[in-house]
């Protein structure tokens, strides 16, 4: 079991770029989600989804697309990078049922953007 | 939306010392996690305690759900030890499921 992989793990832009990172998961779990993290914000959730073919919008999506065609694939599209987007990025999994929802996360991205 | 608070911010032990991390949050929950995010950032399951007491090798926590408090409990603690400890909670209430971490106990343990 590879649980969750996300590639690339460190890349640099320029502004303006575009780019996807990319997340899969072997767990077959209904849930994957991204967050961002930075000093002193925590992390927060850009997108979501709770199955193939349904995404929707965290607290921070702007910048950001997702789409999930499948159960496994969870891919997160900077259309146009910003420095703003300079962070480390966090893909994440789970179950949805009640009472077995332990999230998994990847080993995350970390993106500058310059 | 839920808050939740991690005490101490900061902790320095010897090797070999034991530890107690607390995390309060503000409202009923699904889910509480505890991870620990190493020097190479990567974060890693501890438990999946949203209720109990649970215990692996060194480490163990117990959640008070009605009391909305958890406890990590370190003892013994290594070098290896060293890093974040995070609490995050998914609010029952919430529509997301999204998970609400707590901002974090930086733990270094010194040889």
């Known amino acids: 079991n590879a649980g969750v992989t996300q590639t690339p793990k460190f890349q640099v832009l320029k502004t303006g770029q575009s780019m996807t990172l990319q997340c899969a998961q072997d767990?077959?779990?209904?849930?994957m989600s991204w967050y961002r993290q930075d000093p002193g914000m925590g992390l927060r959730l850009i997108h979501y989804s709770v199955g193939a073919g349904i995404t929707d919008q965290g607290e921070v999506p702007n910048g950001y697309n997702v789409s999930r065609s499948t159960t496994e694939d969870f891919p997160l599209r900077l259309l146009s990078a910003a420095p703003s987007q300079t962070s480390v990025y966090f893909c994440a999994s789970s179950y949805l049922t009640i009472g077995d929802t332990e999230a998994f996360f990847g080993q995350g991205t970390r993106l500058t953007v310059v | 939306g839920i808050q939740v608070e991690q005490s101490p911010p900061d902790l320095i032990l010897q090797e070999g010392a034991n530890s107690t991390l607390r995390c309060n949050f503000s409202?009923?929950?699904?889910?509480l996690q505890w991870f620990h995010q190493n020097p190479w950032g990567q974060l890693i399951n501890l438990f999946y305690?949203?209720?109990g007491t649970k215990q692996n090798g060194r480490l163990s926590a117990t959640t008070v759900a009605t009391e909305r408090y958890s406890l990590l409990y370190i003892s013994s603690s290594q070098t290896t030890d060293s890093g974040v400890y995070f609490c995050?909670?998914?609010?029952?209430?919430?529509?997301?499921?999204?998970?609400?971490f707590g901002k974090g106990t930086l733990l270094t343990v010194n040889p």
């Open positions: 767990m077959n779990h209904e849930y």
């Open positions: 409202d009923s929950v699904n889910n």
């Open positions: 995050a909670v998914e609010d029952s209430g919430g529509s997301n499921y999204k998970l609400t």
């Open positions: 305690i949203p209720s």
